[in-house]
C-alpha cells in the first residue's frame, strides 16, 4: 500500500488542485473569444483547445514524465535514495493509474451509434451512392444508407474512420420530391465534419470533461462550441458547394429528430440554434470569416511541454516524489 502514496497524491494534486486552476484560465480565455469573435468563429480547433487541455495538459505531461523516469537511464533519483536495495515500483504504479484513468475516460467519450441498420445494394443506396460519387468533396468518405426511426437525418460517426450517414426516408424525400440538391447540402455537411475529425473531437471533449472536477465550469461552452461547430461546418458546406437555402431547408427536416450523445449530427434538437443558423444561411451569413493565428503556436507549445520530460524535465516529479516519501513517511 505504501507504494501507492505517490501515484495517488500525483493524480489528487493534478486533477483536484493544477486542473481547477487550468480551468479557471480556460473560462477567462473563452469568455474573451465570445466577446470577440462571431458566433459561429467559436466552433474553431483554438476554443475545442482550451476545453480540453486543463485536464489533457497536466495529465499528459504526468503521464509523459513518469513513462520517461521508468527508462533504465532516467531512473527517479527519489528511488534511488529512498528505496536502495529494493524495487521502486511507484513510478510504474502512476503510469498504470495515469493510463487506466484516461482509458475510462475514453470509454466515456465513445459513440454510441453501433449497430447500424445499413442499406447495401437497394435501388435508393444505389441513388445516394451516385450522387456522393459526383462531389469529389464526398470520394473520401463512405456514404451509408441506414433505417432507424430515432436516428438523425443526416449524422457522421467512427472516431477512427469517419463514416457518413444519412437516415433512408429523408433521402427517399429528397429524392420523391425532386430536390436532391437538399441531400447533396446535408452529406457536404456531414463531409465538412469529417474532414476536421470531430466525431473523435467531441469524444475527447467529453472525456475531458468527466475527468475534471471542475467540469462544470465548462460545460456551457462546450455546449456553445457544439452549436458553434454546426454552424461552422454549414459555412465548410457552402464553400465546398453546398446551396445555403437548400441546406436551410435541410435543416428544418432534419430538426424533428433528437441528439445522439456520440456523433457530428446535421441539426442538433435546439429551436434556437436551428433558428441562427437558418438565418446566417439565407442572410448570407455562411461567408468564412478570415482565419486566426495562433493554434499552431498553441499545439507546438503542448508538443513542447508533453516531450520536456524526455529531455531532462523529469526533477518536477522527481522532487515531489522525494517531498512526498518524506511527508508520509515511507521513505
Request: aromatic letters at 6%; a positive charge.
Amino acid at each position: 500500500m505504501a507504494d501507492l502514496v505517490f501515484p495517488v497524491s500525483a493524480l489528487a494534486i493534478v486533477l483536484l488542485v493544477i486542473t481547477p486552476i487550468l480551468t479557471l484560465v480556460s473560462r477567462r480565455a473563452l469568455a474573451d473569444r465570445k466577446r470577440r469573435g462571431a458566433w459561429a468563429d467559436f466552433g474553431d480547433g483554438t476554443a475545442w483547445l482550451w476545453l480540453v487541455l486543463p485536464v489533457a495538459l497536466p495529465l499528459g505531461w504526468l503521464l509523459s514524465a513518469a513513462v520517461s523516469q521508468l527508462l533504465p537511464w532516467s531512473a527517479l533519483a527519489a528511488c534511488r535514495l529512498e528505496h536502495v536495495g529494493a524495487a521502486c515500483v511507484d513510478g510504474l504504479l502512476l503510469v498504470l493509474l495515469t493510463a487506466g484513468l484516461v482509458m475510462l475516460a475514453r470509454r466515456r467519450g465513445d459513440d454510441s451509434t453501433a449497430p447500424l441498420r445499413r442499406q447495401t445494394g437497394t435501388p435508393l443506396s444505389r441513388r445516394v451512392d451516385a450522387l456522393s460519387g459526383g462531389l469529389p468533396a464526398l470520394r473520401r468518405w463512405p456514404v451509408w444508407v441506414v433505417d432507424g426511426d430515432d436516428l438523425p437525418a443526416a449524422f457522421t460517426f467512427g472516431i477512427r474512420r469517419p463514416i457518413l450517414a444519412v437516415r433512408a426516408d429523408f433521402a427517399a424525400a429528397a429524392f420523391a420530391e425532386g430536390d436532391p440538391e437538399r441531400l447533396r447540402a446535408a452529406l457536404l455537411h456531414e463531409a465538412a465534419h469529417a474532414r476536421k475529425r470531430d466525431v473523435l473531437r467531441l469524444a475527447a471533449l467529453r472525456a475531458a470533461l468527466w475527468l475534471n472536477p471542475a467540469g462544470r465550469w465548462l460545460t456551457a461552452d462546450a455546449e456553445r462550441w457544439r452549436d458553434a461547430r454546426e454552424a461552422a461546418c454549414d459555412r465548410e458546406a457552402v464553400a465546398l458547394g453546398a446551396d445555403p437555402l437548400a441546406l436551410a431547408q435541410s435543416l428544418v427536416r432534419a430538426a424533428v429528430r433528437p441528439i445522439r450523445p456520440g456523433i457530428a449530427t446535421l441539426c442538433p434538437h435546439d429551436r434556437a440554434t436551428l433558428r441562427l443558423r437558418v438565418a446566417l444561411l439565407v442572410g448570407g451569413g455562411h461567408r468564412a470569416s478570415a482565419p486566426r493565428r495562433g493554434l499552431g503556436l498553441a499545439l507546438l507549445a503542448v508538443g513542447l511541454i508533453l516531450i520536456a520530460p524526455h529531455v531532462g524535465g523529469e526533477g518536477l516529479l522527481d522532487h515531489f516524489h522525494h517531498t512526498i516519501e518524506s511527508w508520509t513517511g515511507h521513505g
